[in-house]
């Protein structure tokens, strides 16, 4: 099958009524686009576990804040495409702002409690701008499976927290961090770094696989799990720190010892780009 280019909800609707006609199962990887080897692992998984692959490339300018990178996020439209295709998605919904957002939209979903951490608390609005694209991406393409990076562990959280209290038809995969060889997660905003920022960036992987390491050896204080993650990551001159937080895992609650599984998450500027990264701790590995 050629790659399809949906750009209407009517033609997306029409493609997902075919598809089912046939039998076909779904699976949704939903992206803002300048797509790397994150993205497209996303959509090998999806491949590899149904029949139909739709990836959405729109950048969803609600969940961008008043002084962030909207309009300088990074668009690629016909590199994606062919990124896509070559492993082998079967169509692009590509909507406008427009066409998702019409004159008198008036509804938002709004997902409390863990997003009231983390990105949610750096970033107010932005989950509650995800969960709204993601409930219409998902009444849109109605997936069997949507699948999401674990690099954006809190938003995945929240996704399924939202899918399963909305008594959502589908099931939400989050997929492992994609990293370079250096140990830096893929993201589209490592097109920001000049070459000294993007080694300073490697700060972050290091610093989690220290406190990997001392939960390996017996520790379990988390405050000290947490200082030691701060003090490796501010001995790097660039490194802005937003926020470096450990929570238990996946309810985001607040806990003073690691007695199953956390989420060590940072957020972290160099320069003018913020990246974030996480990793789950766990007694068990």
Do not use: W
């Not at 070559?86 to 509804?107: K, N």
């Amino acid at each position: 099958m050629m790659l399809k280019i949906i750009e209407t909800v009517k033609d997306m609707r029409v493609f997902v009524q075919d598809a089912r006609r046939a039998g076909k199962t779904i699976g949704l990887v939903p992206t803002m686009g300048a797509l790397h080897e994150g993205h497209l692992t996303l959509m090998r998984e999806a491949k590899s576990a149904c029949d139909i692959v739709v990836a959405s490339i729109f950048v969803n300018p609600t969940q961008f804040g008043p002084n962030e990178d909207f309009a300088a996020y990074p668009r690629k439209f016909e590199n994606d495409c062919r990124l896509a295709e070559g492993v082998g998605v079967d169509a692009i919904f590509h909507p406008q702002p427009a066409e998702m957002y019409p004159p008198g939209f008036a509804t938002s979903v709004n997902v409390t409690g863990i997003t009231d951490k983390l990105c949610g608390l750096s970033r107010p609005g932005h989950f509650q701008g995800v969960a709204t694209v993601v409930t219409k991406l998902f009444n849109i393409v109605t997936p069997d499976i949507a699948f999401f990076g674990q690099k954006d562990a809190q938003q995945c959280l929240v996704i399924q927290r939202m899918a399963e209290d909305l008594n959502m038809n589908l099931k939400i995969n989050m997929v492992p961090t994609v990293r370079d060889s250096n140990g830096l997660a893929l993201s589209s905003r490592n097109a920001y770094l000049s070459p000294e920022e993007t080694q300073a960036a490697l700060v972050l992987s290091q610093s989690m696989q220290m406190a990997a390491q001392a939960v390996k050896k017996g520790e379990r204080d988390i405050a000290a799990l947490r200082e030691m993650v701060c003090n490796t990551i501010q001995a790097e001159p660039r490194a802005e720190i937003d926020y470096v937080e450990i929570y238990q895992y996946p309810d985001l609650q607040t806990t003073a010892t690691l007695t199953d599984k956390a989420l060590l998450a940072l957020a972290v500027r160099f320069g003018k780009t913020r990246l974030i990264d996480n990793m789950i701790l766990s007694v068990s590995n």
